[in-house]
């Protein structure tokens, strides 16, 4: 099996080495004087000023496309491999989007499927939906119910017993999008997608990590923007602090992709007395999975908050303490998407086949609108020592690289607030050893033995 060539490789040695090799990154940012970690991301290369695209055409065909496959999962197979729906959803977009978002930026902008439908009806109406929401967002409420959601859909996921049936999967797009869409009528995009919609603060902070950085010139009536290349990260460490639910957001999103890999290892079974060579399968494991879901939040809030806290205290409390968590927190995302990237990799590479295959054949009548309906896919990497050997090193980089560009991003933040070199060691200190710890429990996720 694939996770028996994982055992054959030397895990042990390149556990320790992607460790050593973050510990080494922070000592080295120790080293710099002044602001010199901060200069690599201080660097632009120019290249495009354009006119930003009216999001409204673009998310009516998102809408149009949505509504098209949530019906391939009422009327189409049965089969959540040969059905659009599941593999669109859990694939290309959960996966493949979210990625996409880290290389090119806020695509989600122009792709969601409620600004399009919106501002068709608001236009109807007159604007009078734009030009006088009927609710006013509670400023006490800030961003906790997209905290709420965010959970519920990783409890759909990984905890619910078929989040791949296309009729159950069909059924809870169309809720939510009715949800969401009432919500933005009521209060208005710019609220809704910051505050309560979870996928649309989701993508806003993932795209920050893209190199494609766009800075808004001209005046207000003929707003342009300048496109230029900088260094991944780049949009982070230029980011001011976010709010405390923002920041639990974004502690939340890292959590839940950990629990994901980590509910099944034969470790997480075990706890509860479950052979993992006999799985019971989701149902039996709801109570226990629901718990630890939960308790992976709490417990990686828990671990930021103190890391974050020493360091503020080491410094001498140099800022408010709701500044520094609302500031360091953006480093977190390098480490979301390398631990995105290395435990949904295998999944991309095999599901993404059977979605270009079932792209012809949506409503399963035998049709073939793309000439892919028949196509062989492709396994066989994943049953040879050469395969599964490349997979898990492209998966340990990954996690590595997210810790080191983590470590840099966060010293980065430090010496662009404090513009001390030695102060920003003294507050990123206690994160870096969290961070270390971090990539060790993530690269001991990757080598260790799962069930299914």
Known sequence: SERGFVLLLPTGHMIVGGSATVALTFILMALLPGRAALKPFEWRLPFATLRAPDPMIPSLLAALFLAFIVTTGFLGSRDPLANPLPLTIWTIWWIGVTLAHAVFGPLWTWINPWSGPYRLLDAALGHRLSRAPALTWPPWLGAWPAI?????????????PAPDDPDRLAVAVTIYWAIAFVGVCLFGETVWFSRAEPFSLFFRFVSALSPFIAERVGDEARPRWRVALALPGAGLVARPPVEVAQTFFLIGALATVSFDALSKTFTWLSLGNVNPLEFPG???????NTAGLLIA????????????RLGWELAGRPEPLDHALGAFVHAILPISMGFHLSHYLTALL???QYALAAASDP???????????????????????????????VQTGAVVIGHILAVVVAHAIAVKRYGDAAI??????PLAIGMVGYTLFGLWLLSTPIAG
Do not use: C, H, K, N
Request: aromatic share 16%; proline share 1%; glycine share 6%.
């Open 148 to 160: 709420g959601l965010f959970v519920a859909f990783a409890w759909f996921e990984l905890i619910d």
């Open 282 to 288: 989701r149902t039996e494991m709801i109570p226990q």
């Open 297 to 308: 939040v709490a417990v990686l809030a828990l671990i930021y908050v103190v890391t974050v």
């Open 350 to 352: 095999v599901d993404s």
């Open 363 to 393: 409503f399963g009548t035998g049709a073939d609108w793309f000439g892919t309906r028949d196509i062989y896919v492709v396994t066989s990497f994943l049953s040879t020592l050469d395969g599964v050997s490349l997979i898990w090193f």
């Open 424 to 429: 920003a060691t003294r507050t990123q200190a």
